[in-house]
């Protein structure tokens, strides 16, 4: 679950032309959320200037430089982006031979895999699952620390920056806490996890099991996973319940976001109390795990608006709302600490 | 989807030492329902009985020989059963070898690829998944043959066998029907499928509207899709919920059993109403698909308990149920042919 062969690593992200496309949010959640040291970003088109510079919100600095070269003594070159139509054009290519060829490590998200095509190079296929993983043991059901689960009314709605932020708050007050990664993104900011889309459909409860004891056997106290997917997106669903019972959850933080958008064409988001209804629901078929608290991602909106959608959320779940990234996620980290352990459905009063 | 490499399958069922063993099922259910000739089953320790003097309840009889040999000119070879411990024994393989020499196909829905064993030979594994399955798209939605899918309050609660007696009952009711494999048993009954537990975690919706878009090609007006696991099974609910949202069923056929067991250690069955309710709202999520009869599962029971047990199911649910192993699949396939086409949620009137 952890790749070894780099215990710190030093990154160069290769963002040739592409650091500032909102597509590149691997890049963004590296130098934002990461706990490795990133001491380049390679983008010709940006050198000289600096990560602040360009992108304040980052709130992590580094130069932008022109090439690999430039970048000071990195162990390990970030591919965070896959262009479209799929393969890396030929001059990315270029960069990461150079990078094998001086024994630094490919470290890359996308689906194409990069170990076939380094041989006896050091590769990170952040997406390529563990081997041997187990099926759903129900040990998970027996980890002492408290389990937080992201979910959603969609996909893409921001439930790993929301997990992270909640995390960072958690820590900030002094608990000890650990984010459980479950996408690429998430992985390559916390060093370790699983890509719960990529594991075979029979290990997905598994997969999402495992992730959360290995949380608990680095000593957390509060263990915060992040979400996938939607109950209620067709194309992902299965993961988002093999990984809302696989990881034995205590309670949940609902995401939400106020366009009334559609998960897939036809199927409309569901109302937000519905949504929380029905995941508690489903997943107290086998462990209760109450919905806690609303985590609300009201970008776009102004200050007003953003109150008015919170104060709304709120109004219909009788549920404290919050957005992390506006403000404050104490609300969301009040409500989870305080909810209580749960026990799977016949061992419960 | 389908091996196309031999057209017309003649079985030889390899089942030395265990063709009356209960875990044989596959064996079992290609005799009782599959569509290819069976010419022979081996079992030296049965040999010169006929299969229907051994397990009358198969319906359908053939020799049972001593050796591979003795089988009248097969086409194919199954492995039906896995022995504890994984591998199959050397004397198993001995006779794999020396049919794949012969030319025959080897069939196996067994986790081990026998592929890589028999290079250059016919080999069908089962279980592996096709390449290059696409996301879920959507076009299910717009199928047009009714798909009605089984459900259950657990799995191996004989969703498959259910599956395959309502479809025969539709075909000797004249209707154009077809049976759907997403296990390996069934694929192998049907001759074409996909196991969708086998599947990357991403793709169960896909491959499962795929293979209700394959059934429409086959020009059917009634599509029955073979479900898998339960909403309420911790190790299992992805796959389970991948298929009722992929495979765009217009209704629901709700597999139940009087037993109350656990679905897990620790995770009680859920009570029948609540989980025709639940699995009608995750659906309805996506796209309406009413649970329109419950299918009982009664063995263990006489008669008399049969018909308690429906009689309470039917008042339970108020919804016609009945026993297809039992008596007849005619209540449920009425309710099935009277249930009407559905739309995605955000079409509905």
């Known amino acids: 679950m952890i790749p070894a062969e780099v215990p710190e690593r030093r990154y160069a992200i290769l963002a040739e032309g592409w650091?500032?496309?909102?597509?590149?949010?691997?890049?963004?959640?590296?130098?934002?959320?990461?706990?490795?040291?990133?001491?380049?970003?390679?983008?010709?088109?940006?050198?000289?200037?600096?990560?602040?510079?360009?992108?304040?919100?980052?709130?992590?600095?580094?130069?932008?430089?022109?090439?690999?070269?430039?970048?000071?003594?990195?162990?390990?070159?970030?591919?965070?982006?896959?262009?479209?139509g799929g393969r890396l054009p030929e001059e990315w290519m270029q960069t990461l031979r150079q990078a094998a060829d001086a024994g630094l490590e490919i470290v890359s998200g996308l689906h194409q895999r990069f170990a076939p095509e380094f041989p006896g190079g050091k590769v990170w296929d952040v997406r390529e699952p563990p081997r041997d993983l187990p099926l759903f043991s129900g040990e998970g059901f027996g980890v002492q620390p408290k389990v937080a689960l992201t979910v959603g009314t969609d996909s893409a709605i921001g439930k790993m920056t929301a997990t992270l932020e909640i995390e960072r708050a958690a820590r900030e007050a002094g608990v000890r806490s650990e984010f459980v990664a479950t996408g690429q993104t998430g992985i390559i900011i916390a060093g370790w996890g699983v890509c719960v889309d990529a594991v075979v459909a029979d290990f997905i409860a598994g997969a999402s099991e495992q992730l959360v004891l290995e949380a608990a056997d680095r000593g957390a106290d509060l263990i915060l996973v992040e979400g996938q997917g939607s109950l209620g997106h067709p194309a992902y669903s299965g993961v988002t319940l093999g990984l809302l019972h696989g990881s034995c959850p205590d309670c949940l933080i609902l995401c939400v976001a106020p366009q009334d958008e559609e998960v897939f064409a036809g199927v409309p988001r569901p109302a937000v109390a519905r949504a929380a209804r029905l995941y508690e629901e489903v997943a107290s078929l086998v462990k209760p795990a109450p919905v806690v608290a609303v985590s609300a991602n009201t970008r776009g909106l102004d200050d007003a608006g953003a109150r008015e959608f919170m104060a709304a959320v709120a109004d219909e779940t009788g549920l404290p709302a919050a957005d992390p990234f506006r403000g404050s996620s104490g609300p969301i980290l009040e409500a989870v600490l305080e909810a209580p352990k749960t026990r799977p459905t016949r061992a419960q009063p």
């Open 19 to 84: 650091f500032t496309n909102r597509h590149a949010k691997t890049a963004h959640g590296l130098i934002r959320y990461g706990k490795d040291e990133v001491v380049a970003v390679i983008d010709s088109t940006l050198a000289g200037r600096s990560v602040l510079d360009v992108m304040p919100e980052l709130e992590r600095d580094a130069p932008i430089v022109g090439s690999l070269e430039e970048a000071p003594s990195p162990t390990s070159v970030l591919v965070g982006l896959a262009p479209a």
